[in-house]
């Protein structure tokens, strides 16, 4: 299967059911009243973090996801049915994006979210019943379902990521030292998707390995292949920089990635990294030593340096070990971050935006348009084809204040009133 990890979907929430507007007609029951029901709140878009998917490569080719819409209310008081959820599987590791804002990160199996909300059902008239008002001739249609275009990205998890010049021998570390099967040539970008790998310390532990594929110079700003997979680095615990032995200028070449590192939109040469020379066995001691050398001087003190060839496996163990080491200290200092049971999680908390106020604009001598986010909620909510309805929607108006801003700005009976969702006359 090929390996997606960005993508962009639509969803829609399901509007909720509209309020049912009836009266009990029995023989032999007199003034049998209000008795239409509620409509069904509309069903969520809810994606679900699973182990079983690894790539999004389902949203290729489904562009468009919508939950069930509520079911009208009936008469006798009977409520519609809720519209069903749409459950959505996605990778663990993907982040879902709404233009900018981050909605949420689903990082563990079986996480689940919310990513649209349905809509509120309608309430019926049997609900509007009071001491003032025993026979309410309207009911509420159901509010709209949340819908938002959003930008998916799977970062994969791993403990360890190995980073490099393409050809530096990344992909066959991974398959000499993990049961990964990457494609392995001689030439550079045979990788060109992330591969995973577990490896298997007998006695002392795993550790799920990423060969991400080759940088090159730029790549943090959208050269080569690098760009695209550089957010698969930003989750693991280590970094394995591989350098090859044969090439002319390690250091450079070094260098090179340490700056792509850098220059990412997340630091990344803050995370713990070691380094490895690669395919020593192609290379004559003297040369060897004399690379060796060159790239201890440039190396802060933070990093280790082996020798490696991982064809004839030479230091390819003496390198897992280390880096078994460096993650299992990682885990230890994450897990005692971890709140105490009780305790707030340390998770991002999306805060609602502040809510806007209601605002009155003359858009012409006798029209007054009129907006703010608790006018909308309960013009949306409005019949304004009923006038029992419009009355109720004044009502909420005016203990809202802007009956009052209206008089002020000079409205007359047989001006109008407009609304996002309709308007009526003053």
């Known amino acids: 299967m090929k390996f997606i990890d960005v993508a962009a979907v639509e969803v829609r929430a399901g ?17 049998g009243g209000p008795d239409g029901g509620d409509g069904g709140n509309g069903g969520n878009v809810v994606f679900v973090a699973s182990r079983n998917q690894n790539t999004l490569m389902a949203f290729r080719f489904q562009k468009e996801l919508a939950a069930q819409d509520g079911d009208n209310g009936d008469k006798t008081r009977r409520h519609g049915r809720r519209g069903r959820d749409l459950i959505v599987e996605v990778p663990v590791g993907t982040a879902v994006y709404d233009g900018d ?40 249609p159901g509010g709209k379902g949340e819908q938002r275009s959003l930008r998916l990205e799977l970062k994969l998890i791993a403990d360890v990521g190995l980073v490099g010049l393409p050809n530096a021998g990344k992909s066959t570390f991974l398959s000499v030292v993990s049961n990964a099967k990457p494609e392995i040539a001689d030439y550079p970008f045979t990788t060109l998707t992330p591969n995973l790998g577990v490896v298997d310390v007998k006695g002392a532990g795993s550790m799920l390995v990423a060969d991400i594929p080759g940088l090159i110079e730029g790549a943090a700003i959208g050269k080569g292949l690098g760009d695209e997979f550089l957010r698969h680095v930003e989750r693991t615990a280590v970094l394995f920089h591989l350098v090859d032995a044969t090439s002319a200028d390690v250091t450079t070449d070094y260098r090179v990635i340490q700056k792509e590192l850098a220059e990412y939109k997340i630091d990344l040469t803050t995370k713990r990294q070691i380094v490895a020379l690669s395919k020593i066995d192609l290379v004559a001691e003297k040369e060897l ?11 802060p003190k933070s990093e280790e340096l082996f020798q490696i060839s991982s064809q004839a496996h030479a230091g390819t163990k003496e390198v897992i070990y280390r880096l078994l080491d460096l993650v299992q200290h990682y885990r230890r200092e994450e897990l005692a971050k971890e709140p105490e049971p009780g305790t707030e999680l340390g998770l991002p908390v999306l805060r609602l935006a502040e809510e806007k106020p209601w605002k009155i604009e003359q858009t012409s001598k006798e029209l007054y348009y009129i907006t703010g986010d608790r006018v909308d909620k309960f013009a949306a909510r409005t019949d304004f084809n009923n006038e029992e309805s419009i009355q109720r929607y004044r009502s909420i108006l005016k203990k809202m204040g802007v009956v009052h801003g209206l008089l002020r700005q000079g409205i007359e009976p047989g001006h109008h009133v407009k609304t996002n969702y309709g308007q009526f006359e003053w």
């Open 289 to 299: 030593k004399s690379k060796v050398a060159a790239l201890k001087k440039i190396l």
């Open 15 to 31: 509007d909720g059911g509209n309020g049912r507007t009836s009266f009990r007609h029995e023989k032999f029951v007199d003034r």
């Open 101 to 140: 804002l981050l909605l949420c990160d689903l990082i563990t199996d079986t996480q689940t979210a919310i990513i649209a909300k349905g809509g509120r059902g309608g309430f019926g008239n049997a609900h509007f019943i009071s001491s003032v008002r025993q026979a309410p001739k309207f009911a509420e």
